[in-house]
């Protein structure tokens, strides 16, 4: 999925991402002020990263999963969403 | 337009000379839809802009003409539309959204027999007070009013001198029979007539704002793709431009639209006067229907009447002081116009406490003739 | 989270992040995705943003430039074309984006729309189709499918729809594209493409209305809308080897028309440099 988001000219990742614990940054970084709870992002990873707080709001559960497919912070339709590995 | 170095005296239309006094004050964009009676206008424009390097386009109505014209100039060009009363009604939201953001721009009303599609190829002056308040909400409008070809021309450059002044939009009140007709006429040499342009920020791109607060209540006016990024929307808004809800700013918006025209409104005012120093009787004419009315004043004055005749050319803001002083002594004030009365209430507003106003109309297409003028001012004096 | 996380980095650069964020749209409206993928489209094009002019009319769509750092101008209802036309002609070099809504661009305004598709002036026109007017509760638009309801239509809507990609086609647009706000890459993609095209250049993105649409026809959230939009969705390179049935009801994405054609502003240019001559004899 990594492959077909950075388009044709960029050559493919051989490497798949993997973040262990306490090494490197988080995969993803939420600017949660500007979230709204809307789901999208919880709903399309494939990976299942997420989990909804209380307030339905994205908690990066899982970062281990992240694949850096890029569509959490595609999708977000407020910005909330960087990658740290893009 | 004066090829040589020397003025060119020339027999030129209304409707052409209202075109000749746009290119002559700068105007580089015009956008236009075919109306009976202003289409010599757009026409004009379609021959002469691309020679001048300036664009012109017929668009699909007035409303895309009107908003045509408003994103050109807010891209930085001199911009004008010309139609006549149907298309001047479709005209007017947009007219309402170049007043809010203050976007300079001309519309020449060519005004025909209304209302509706009332008399295309006739005389009617039934629009003045449409370009009062045609818009909706308050609005403070500039209109001038040329009597003669030659004011067609000159009062055409004025419009737009107005318009970029006060970053406004300005109309034009011509007529069937100005439009039409055809006189001999000075065509002026380049820089004859002083020539007004917006005034442009000399601030960096990062403190500029669009409608920056200023003593004189006009902001300076980047145009897009000048090296300055803003925002502009019809939305009541903030200096910077962004839409607001507090009270205090759409306070200083609305007001700052209206106080930028009526505290300097003496820069706006003019007004000609024929034989008023003696006179008891006035008659209150403008545009056309003031040529008749010159001519029965002096039919007047013939018969040791004295009468005089007070001429507004530029019709909004209307010259309330200038013609309440005009009115001192004034016994009767007779208002002619070729329409059902409309100037007739500001005259009245300004006049009635102290002298009697009277009214001759004319509506039928045609125009008043100076006898009929004169015989009126025999009964009302 | 820590006081010094930033917004997304596109955000923090071509957003005017000062102003008042989160954005006006309700949560899950496929708007703010659509606005993405623009910002990641200029941004892979890597034009100024002194040459970049963002035009709407009014409707939720129309919200989107006030937030964008471009030049901005935010017109009235259905005309933004038309004011884009005329920032165009006045300054060619610039890249004009006309942002609009089914309401806003084929109701209203759908008489600028065609005769701009006719004329095929350098606009792109990114038409986000919710099927429905978000903006003032939840009216029936030109696009609202027939029998669905909605606020003016309680009973279903008893009249037709556009096909807003064949109506551009047919009125003369030289470049014709769609996708919907699930296919994200796709639509960074084809506003590209959309942008890079010299004519009137068409960009329908297909997007959810969950307050109004979804919920008075019962479609569910933003979640099951755009998920649905999947299940619809089939590119025009597919539909073309697939039998019939199998593209019956489907939604056709993608590059849907593209042809060469003259460009209203060039044929303008070359007219003005007809008279270059003429222009330097009466200046000397």
């Known amino acids: ?86 | ?381 | 989270m820590p006081a010094t996380v930033q917004p997304s980095d596109v955000a923090y650069n071509y957003l005017r992040v000062k102003k008042n964020f989160p954005n006006v749209w309700c949560a899950g409206c496929g708007i703010g995705t659509v606005m993405g993928s623009i910002i990641r489209a200029i941004d892979k094009l890597g034009y100024s943003k002194n040459d970049i002019a963002l035009v709407s009319g009014i409707g939720c769509s129309s919200r989107l430039p006030v937030y964008c750092d471009f030049n901005t101008l935010h017109t009235t209802h259905g005309r933004a074309i038309a004011f884009a036309t005329g920032v165009k002609l006045a300054k060619p070099h610039m890249k004009v984006i006309v942002i609009t809504g089914d309401g806003d661009g084929l109701a209203i305004g759908g008489n600028h729309f065609i005769h701009a598709c006719r004329r095929n002036i350098d606009i792109t026109t990114i038409l986000i189709n919710n099927h429905i007017y978000g903006m003032t509760g939840g009216q029936c638009s030109p696009t609202t499918a027939h029998d669905k309801k909605a606020t003016t239509a309680p009973y279903g809507n008893l009249e037709n729809t556009f096909d807003v990609a064949q109506l551009a086609q047919a009125a003369g647009a030289s470049f014709v594209s769609r996708s919907t706000v699930y296919h994200v890459q796709q639509m960074d993609k084809l506003i590209g493409l959309a942008l890079e095209k010299k004519g009137f250049s068409l960009f329908e993105a297909i997007s959810n209305c969950h307050t109004y649409y979804g919920r008075l026809n019962k479609e569910g959230d933003a979640v099951s809308m755009i998920q649905d939009m999947k299940k619809i969705a089939l590119p025009i390179k597919a539909a073309k080897v697939l039998p019939p049935e199998k593209t019956k009801g489907k939604l056709l994405t993608g590059v849907l028309w593209d042809v060469e054609k003259p460009e209203f502003c060039s044929e303008y240019q070359k007219l003005i440099d007809n008279f270059k001559d003429e222009r330097e004899k009466n200046n000397a």
């Not at chain 1, 789901?39 to 339905?56: E, H, T, W």
């Not at chain 2, 607001?244 to 200083?252: G, L, Q």
């Open chain 2, 1 to 381: 337009m004066a090829q040589s170095k020397n003025s060119v005296r020339r027999l030129v239309q209304g409707n052409e000379a209202s075109m000749l006094g746009a290119l002559y004050a700068g105007c580089n964009f015009f956008a236009g839809y075919p109306i009976t009676p202003s289409t010599e206008i757009a026409e004009g424009m379609a021959r002469m802009l691309p020679k001048k390097g300036g664009r012109f386009i017929q668009m699909e109505d007035e409303i895309g003409s009107m908003g045509a014209i408003i994103g050109a100039s807010a891209a930085g060009a001199k911009t004008m539309t010309a139609t006549s009363g149907p298309g001047f009604s479709l005209m007017q939201e947009n007219i309402g959204y170049a007043y809010i953001t203050e976007v300079p721009c001309v519309v020449v009303n060519v005004q025909r027999g209304g209302p509706s599609t009332g008399l295309p190829t006739k005389i009617g002056q039934q629009d003045t007070m449409q370009a009062r308040w045609g818009t909706h909400g308050d609005y403070t409008a500039i209109s001038v009013a040329p009597a003669s070809v030659r004011e067609c021309f000159e009062q055409t450059v004025k419009a737009f001198n107005f318009s970029e002044r006060f970053r406004t939009p300005v109309t034009v009140l011509s007529d069937e029979v100005l439009g039409h007709m055809r006189e001999v006429i000075t065509l002026p040499e380049e820089g004859e007539i002083e020539i007004i342009n917006r005034e442009k920020p000399d601030v960096p791109a990062e403190w500029y704002h669009h409608f920056e607060a200023t003593p004189n209540l006009v902001s300076p006016m980047a145009g897009f793709g000048e090296g300055y990024r803003f925002h502009m929307t019809g939305l009541v808004h903030d200096p910077e431009g962004f839409p607001t809800a507090d009270t205090n700013e759409i306070r200083k918006k609305l007001s700052k639209l209206r106080n930028k025209i009526v505290r300097f409104s003496d820069e706006l005012v003019q007004l000609e006067t024929t034989m008023m120093d003696d006179a008891n009787i006035a008659v209150v004419a403008y545009g056309t229907a003031a040529r008749a009315a010159q001519q029965a004043v002096l039919m007047a004055r013939d018969k040791r009447i004295r009468a005089g005749l007070i001429r507004p050319i530029t019709i909004w803001p209307f010259a309330d002081d200038q013609i309440r002083a005009l009115l001192k002594g004034i016994k009767t004030v007779l208002v002619v116009e070729l329409n059902m009365g409309q100037i007739v209430h500001e005259v009245d507003r300004l006049a009635h406490r102290h002298c009697k106003v009277e009214s001759l109309n004319r509506f039928d297409g045609e125009v008043l003739d100076p006898v009929e003028i004169f015989k009126r001012i025999l009964e009302v004096k």
């Open chain 1, 1 to 86: 999925m990594a492959e077909e988001k950075t388009g044709d000219q960029v050559e493919p990742k051989k490497v798949r991402f993997s973040f262990q614990e306490g090494k490197g940054q988080p995969p993803l970084n939420l600017y949660l002020h500007w979230c709204k709870a809307c789901n999208i992002c919880i709903a399309f990873c494939p990976q299942k990263v997420f989990d909804p707080d209380r307030d339905g709001k994205p908690i990066v559960a899982r970062p281990e999963q992240c694949t850096q497919c890029a569509i959490c912070w595609l999708h977000c339709p407020d910005f909330v969403i960087t990658s740290n590995y893009k």
